[in-house]
Every structure is written in C-alpha cells, then in structure tokens.
C-alpha cells in the first residue's frame, strides 16, 4: 500500500484500523510526527521504535534490525536484540526503507509475511508481534522498473 499524504483520510484509517501489513509514506514530511500521533490501534502503548536507514552503514542494518547472537561475529561478546525483538507488541517505524540493501529484503519479506525471523548468527526462530511502517522519499515503483 502507497500512501502518499500522510496527513490525509488514507492515513489516518490505516493507523485507526490497526492494520498489521506494512505502508509505504512517501514524500511529505514529517511522517514520524503523524505516525505517532495517529497510532490510535491496540498497539498504542507500546514500544515505537524506529530506525532510519540513511544513518547505518550497509553492513550494520542487518544487525540493528535483527539483532545478533554471542560469537555471530568478532566483537559479539554478547547476545544483543534487535529492532524488531524491542518494538515487540508495538511499532517499527523504518525510514526512508529505499536505503535498504537488496540482500535484507528477503528477510524483510519474511518477517512481513511470517512474522518471524532469527537473530544474525542464530538459529532459533524468534516471532515478531509487531506492525511494520516504512517512509521514503523515493519512488520505490520507479527503483523496480
């Protein structure tokens, strides 16, 4: 789903009705000031996370958003949640998602569908209760043709 006001009638019914699938805000900001004043679900309350992907370098993005385990990689000395266990119950809000590498949107995908994921370097499926809302100010449609 595209929704390109963020401030409009489309919006607004999305953050009201709870829906669980992810949107699409593109091209009006601040997306972050509407998102949190029109979450009106269930899930207000709870955790709002959110990650901007401009701000991580590409080798990072996997690890903040899926966390990792104890010895995943040189420095891992502990095990560390990601994004998506942390916004459990609540919300991911993940900025400006045409910044995320082709290779993470698989697993994206997955979480989105399945609403599971494993942590980099595990092995135990961890489930993600989570609503899912991306941002961009590309033309995603544009990028896949």
């Known amino acids: 789903m595209c929704i390109r006001d963020r401030g409009g009638p489309q919006a607004r019914q999305l953050f009201e009705t ?11 900001p601040p997306e972050e000031m509407c998102i949190r004043d029109s979450v009106n679900s269930a899930r207000k309350g709870m955790p709002f996370i959110k990650v901007d992907c401009t701000t991580l370098p590409e080798a990072l993005i996997e ?64 489930l993600a209760d989570i609503r899912v809302i991306c941002a961009t100010h590309r033309d995603l449609a544009a990028m896949v043709d």
């Open 63 to 126: 690890n903040e958003l899926f966390g990792h385990e104890k010895g995943a990689f040189t420095g891992a000395d502990k095990t560390t949640a990601g994004k998506f266990e942390v916004a459990q119950g609540g919300t991911l809000f993940i900025d400006e998602i045409g910044e995320l590498p082709l290779k993470l949107q698989g697993k994206l995908l997955r979480v989105l569908q399945d609403r599971e994921f494993e942590r980099v370097g595990g092995t135990k499926t961890l």
């Open 18 to 28: 709870g829906v669980e699938s992810w949107a699409v805000l593109a091209a009006a």
